[in-house]
């Protein structure tokens, strides 16, 4: 089933604010693998006006476009020295 772009949306400020809560305890953002991932593919999706895969690890690609583009989307994360990751 296709997400909507208010639940892409939706899904994504969930994600970040895990995220932010995992920070706040401690948890290094190098930890955080999955939650940048999913992060990353929700935000790739909704600048591209687009839809996240259906099949998990899909070969390929994470996203799909509105004009069709598959988009393969690796996230990382690094915390700077100023404490922005």
Do not use: C
């Amino acid at each position: 089933m296709a997400l909507t772009q208010m639940q892409i949306i939706q899904s994504l400020g969930e994600a970040m604010s895990w995220f932010e809560r995992e920070l706040e305890w401690g948890v290094a953002p190098t930890e955080l693998r999955h939650l940048s991932g999913r992060i990353g593919e929700l935000y790739s999706a909704l600048i591209t006006n687009g839809q996240m895969v259906i099949e998990v690890n899909q070969k390929g690609y994470d996203v799909v476009s509105s004009t069709g583009e598959r988009i393969s989307v690796k996230t990382t994360a690094k915390m700077d020295s100023n404490g922005h990751i």
